[in-house]
């Protein structure tokens, strides 16, 4: 078992930008004998196996967007979708929402490509502008966590890219999608 230094040790080196080059060197480290190598290649159907459940989520997830998107789209048909002010309703905030917690379930975009940063960086300015979604207002809770099944991830984001102490305001969560 690992002792408390070590985990923390791992735990701090794989938030770092380069963790690739620290997981790569300390495996090429490790691997210095045939028995090493052996117990390496074991993991390996571990490790598909958890990336084959990673895609199995983010397609699920795929799937709750686009349906809540539909949902949406047809609540607010074209005319409706121009907001007036910045706390209005605004069409891409329910867009960027749902792809991003889709495409990005930590609520980061560690390693991502460009495309894949300029997208999220535009989701969480618009959360921290209050643009289609103000994290403060119960109103907008209540459809994050009663329409949009999103209450963890927001929490997540806001905690990482806004507020460290935030308390989301109290509302009453219903959920009408399935757990699984």
């Given amino acids: 078992m690992l002792s408390f230094e070590q985990s923390t040790i791992i735990k701090e080196q794989l938030k770092q930008e380069n963790v690739h080059e620290f997981v790569e060197k300390l495996i090429m480290l490790y691997a210095t004998d045939t028995d090493r ?3 390496l290649l074991a993991l390996i159907p571990k490790i598909a196996e958890r990336q084959l459940q990673i895609k199995q989520k983010q397609v699920q997830e795929y799937a ?3 349906d809540l998107l539909l949902v949406e789209r047809d609540r607010y048909p074209i005319p409706q979708r121009k907001p007036k002010s910045k706390k209005e309703y605004n069409p891409d905030f ?3 929402l749902y792809g991003c917690k889709a495409h990005f379930p930590f609520g980061k975009c560690d390693g991502g ?3 894949e940063r300029e997208f999220f960086t535009e989701f969480i300015e618009m ?3 209050k643009v289609g979604f103000d994290y403060e207002n119960k ?3 209540e459809w994050i ?3 949009a099944d999103c209450r963890e991830w927001m929490l997540t984001v806001i905690k990482q890219h806004m507020d460290a102490d935030f308390v989301e305001p ?3 969560i219903r959920s009408y999608r399935g757990r699984g």
């Fill in 37 to 39: 190598i052996g117990e």
């Fill in 64 to 66: 709750w967007a686009y």
């Fill in 94 to 96: 329910p867009t960027l």
């Fill in 113 to 115: 490509s460009q495309a």
């Fill in 127 to 129: 959360v921290r502008n």
């Fill in 139 to 141: 109103e907008d809770w």
């Fill in 145 to 147: 966590c009663n329409t």
């Fill in 170 to 172: 109290e509302v009453r």
